[in-house]
């Protein structure tokens, strides 16, 4: 049954050195404010997991919280890349990042399969790209019903699961809007899991038809975060700062102007 703890104490409580970690999160509800956490801490050797690592995922690399990266597109998304991301891979600093490259489907499937509690994911895919030639998590199985040759890959599992939500009642239930991407998933396959929200409240309200529930009982601690998912954005509650997503790629661009701006706006924010 979820606690309603501060984020530090979040963090602290759930996020080791050596773990590996998802923060999720589609276009919006992206957990900076808990990245950000995770970087004051000074976690390390983390495996990070997320379909699109974007700018959280920069900063936790360039800051050293990333030993390795399991992912299906990495970019500063409408602007490049991510200097921070590339600079780890490239020259290894501030240290060398593993790399371990799916599909979006194959990624989708595999947080499905790890929320149902099933060892892998079966889907149709991969035929005739060169992806399984450098992921070695790529596999086929042939379809004991049909012969069918499918491709499969291990399901995600990881030991924390960080999302980001519009609200949660006072019995920890939380309700995601908006693009609900696969946060519902990221929790369940969690043997850990934070939810930050913008908001507690007593009643829910009714759901949007495309909205989900988060139930309570599957989550470890539901922290009041408002703006939590900023500069991406929370959809009812704010928008998407764009201007800040075009900056970035100059801030990053250098490694002593990215230490001074993180050590300014993430390291003494708090």
């Keep these: 049954m979820a606690t309603f703890p501060s984020l530090h104490d979040a963090v602290a409580d759930a996020v080791h050195d050596g773990d590996t970690v998802a923060l999720e999160g589609f276009t919006h509800l992206i957990p900076f404010a808990a990245g950000h956490e995770i970087i004051r801490q000074g976690r390390r050797d983390l495996t990070l997991v997320r379909m699109t690592p ?29 200097r921070r991301f590339r600079d780890a891979v490239e020259h290894d600093w501030p240290g ?27 889907l149709r895919a991969y035929t005739g790209t ?23 890959v291990p399901a995600l599992r990881p030991d924390v699961g960080v999302v980001h939500a519009q609200r949660a009642d006072r019995d920890g239930n939380v309700l ?5 991407g696969i946060q519902k998933e990221v929790v369940l396959a969690s043997d850990r899991s934070i939810v930050t929200v913008e908001e507690v409240v007593d009643d829910l309200a009714a759901p949007s038809p495309n909205s989900t529930v988060i139930p309570g009982w599957a989550i470890d601690a539901v922290v009041v975060a408002p703006g939590g998912a900023a500069p991406s954005y929370t959809h009812g509650y704010y928008d998407r700062d764009n201007a800040f997503y075009q900056a970035w790629d100059e801030i990053s661009s250098d490694r002593d102007r990215f230490l001074d701006w993180m050590q300014a706006n993430v390291m003494e924010a708090a």
């Design 96 to 122: 060398p990042v593993e790399l371990v490259e799916h599909a979006h489907a194959a990624m989708a499937s595999a947080w499905e399969a790890g929320a149902a509690g099933l060892p892998m994911a079966v």
């Design 176 to 180: 995601v809007e908006g693009i609900i």
């Design 130 to 152: 060169s992806l399984p030639d450098v992921n070695p998590d790529i596999a086929t199985v042939t379809c004991p019903f049909t012969g069918e040759e499918l491709a499969a």
């Design 54 to 82: 974007d700018l959280v995922h920069d900063q936790m690399i360039g800051m050293g919280c990333a030993s390795k990266l399991v992912f299906s597109w990495g970019g500063n998304p409408g602007v490049g890349s991510l």
